[in-house]
């Protein structure tokens, strides 16, 4: 209830700071909702010349795209302080985040909460299930609650990418890179894997595991996925997000205050 609490009060103040410029953020959410269109309308030309894309039909596609922004939007919506972490570090302001009775961790991923983000979260979901109840296969209940499932599971993997983005930032500044080519990886996630080459998919597998993220909770909506790709998924999401944990654990020993 604490943290709850904190993090209603860091998002007033947030979201106050974004009303403050009305104008700015129409058009910005405007241009979310414009880029988001093309993208659909893409996914239906594609379909205008052809019946399938890599073995998938029409609203199977988008399901892939829809679920990715789904993952994609939920962090940029609730873990944006991440972006502005390397600036606290350099002025001194993460040594008054430390002195509170706070988890200093919670608090840099929270401070910043993203209104717009929030509320395109919503026309994603109801996209989600009309392509759902779209699609011509049957699905079962245990199918849908393994796909919220999967949807947190990619959420724990995300988290686990931004606790690395913010120890990266502790032991050196040059940290924007790291955040940003994981935004760009993330576009990868938007078509179905097996366009990717055998090569590519193992990177963004193991790697970067952008494929799991996204790219799994749709499969195992579709009845696509191997139990030994769950239970794998299900392994590598937990000691992802603990190692994530450990790095950061190790990285405040090693974190040099604006004082010192």
């Known amino acids: ?28 959410f405007i241009g979310k909702l414009v880029r988001f269109g093309f993208f659909i309308l893409l996914i239906v030309s594609i379909f205008n010349f052809t019946d399938s894309l890599a073995g998938y039909g029409k609203y199977e596609v988008l399901l892939f795209f829809l679920t990715f922004n789904l993952v994609d939007v939920f962090p940029q919506a609730f873990f944006r302080g991440i972006y502005s972490f390397r600036e606290d570090v350099r002025k001194g302001n993460f040594d008054f985040a430390l002195i509170k009775p706070l988890n200093p961790l919670f608090y840099i991923m929270t401070k910043l909460t993203d209104i717009l983000d929030i509320i395109f979260l919503i026309p994603i979901i109801f996209l989600i299930i009309y392509t759902v109840i779209k699609l011509e296969i049957t699905l079962t209940l245990v199918n849908i609650l393994l796909y919220l499932i999967f949807i947190i599971v990619g959420q724990l993997i995300i988290l686990g ?92 020993k090693r974190y040099s205050s604006a004082s010192s």
């Open 1 to 28: 209830m604490k943290y709850l609490k904190v993090w209603k009060q860091l998002s007033a103040c947030a979201i106050g700071s974004y009303l403050s410029n009305r104008i700015d953020i129409t058009s910005y």
């Open 161 to 252: 990418i931004h606790i690395i983005s913010a120890c990266v930032t502790i032991w050196t500044l040059e940290s924007e890179n790291f955040i940003w080519f994981y935004r760009e990886s993330m576009t990868i996630g938007r078509f179905p894997p097996e366009i990717l080459s055998l090569t590519v998919q193992f990177i963004f597998t193991f790697l970067m595991p952008i494929i799991i993220v996204v790219a799994f909770p749709v499969k195992i909506l579709l009845g696509t996925l191997a139990i030994r790709w769950v239970l794998f998924a299900l392994l590598y999401s937990f000691v992802f997000f603990f190692f994530s944990i450990l790095l950061w654990r190790t990285s405040l």
